[in-house]
């Protein structure tokens, strides 16, 4: 029986002697130099644009510089174009914004107060033209106002410091017409 | 042997003569890329992406003499990469039919040269226990025969560390050995 080291040596002399081959060298040749004139077709288009671009400069770094110069040029036009345009959108947006406050949901609340001043009678005003839909939703808003006032004589009541404190503000809101 | 003329010629920037280069030094890339990873395929891929970094870096070397060092230091980072995502992929474990064909060819008193499939399954075998480091060091200075001075500058370790690797992987595989032969 052999020793350990023995049979270490043994393999190890086994492994030395066989050598891997590479069967299929020229395949291998092949594909390298194919990706290697890729490369180099990537670099030459590249190369091509900065020469028809900066090719009248002979100095390398001066040439250089102007390649690192122009693309920060490039960068910061884009900078502020972006900037430009955000702002514009931003703009736009507000006109459209004070547009809608005057057109929808403002002046349709606005109609509507001026329906309730001019039913109220406080402004002399001839005739006043209302609609079936306007007179529902002037019925419901009476409606809804009537509860809440209920609801709120019933809180005050309820609460006799809230009732005290109700009072005293009235009378002191009385006074006040009093003496002006 | 590879031609210094024609690494000096590469190496200076005249790059007609780099097929040739690669008709050259690809044996050597292979053998020390099928003995780290394994696997035929991958080893050839590492010789592939190996020569192409050799043609973008080559006039970095500091002399045609260092040329042979410097393709294996490439061939050895570009194995532990192709190791590290190996990682990830469930270990083969070692069957009775490769420790069979090992103890077949230790016994013989002649051994026959094994063939790609077969040194790469022996060393798989014998090295699944093995780290990267210690793997490339069982490599370069058991079976390409490198000096520790030679391993230390491909590998980047200290001449300390290679001599300690070595001495695990020897470890490691004997372990293996008395276990299964």
Sequence with gaps: MASEEEKYNRILNVLRKSEPHLTDANE???????????????????????????????????????????????GLFAFQQTLILKRVNMLERQAILSESQFSSGASADLQEKMLLYKLTGRKSIEKITISERQLNRLMKSYDDLETRYRDLLKLIEDDPVLKQYFNKKLSEKNKRKFNM | MIDP???EECRNGD?????????ETSPLAFSAALRMLGDEEQAKDVVQETMITAWEKIRTIRSAESYRT??????????????????????????????ALISNHISSDQPSELENRETALIINMLTEKLSPKQKAVFVLGELEEMTHEEISSITGMSRVNVKANLHHARKRIGEMIKKYI
């Excluded at chain 2, 790059?15 to 008709?23: D, G, S, Y």
Aim: one cysteine or more; glycine letters at 4%; hydrophobic letters at 40%.
């Design chain 2, 5 to 7: 003329g024609l690494i």
């Design chain 2, 15 to 23: 790059m007609r003569n780099f097929r040739e280069l690669v008709r």
């Design chain 1, 28 to 74: 291998i040749e092949e594909a390298v130099m194919s990706q290697i004139q890729k490369k180099r077709d990537r670099k030459t288009e590249t190369h091509t644009v900065f020469d028809y671009l900066f090719g009248w400069v002979y100095i390398s770094w001066i040439r250089k510089g102007l390649i690192a110069a122009s693309f920060l040029i490039i």
């Design chain 2, 70 to 99: 410097w393709v294996y230091k490439i061939v050895i980072n570009k194995c532990y990469d192709q190791l590290r995502r190996m990682k990830k992929k469930p270990e083969k474990r070692a069957d009775e039919q490769t420790w």
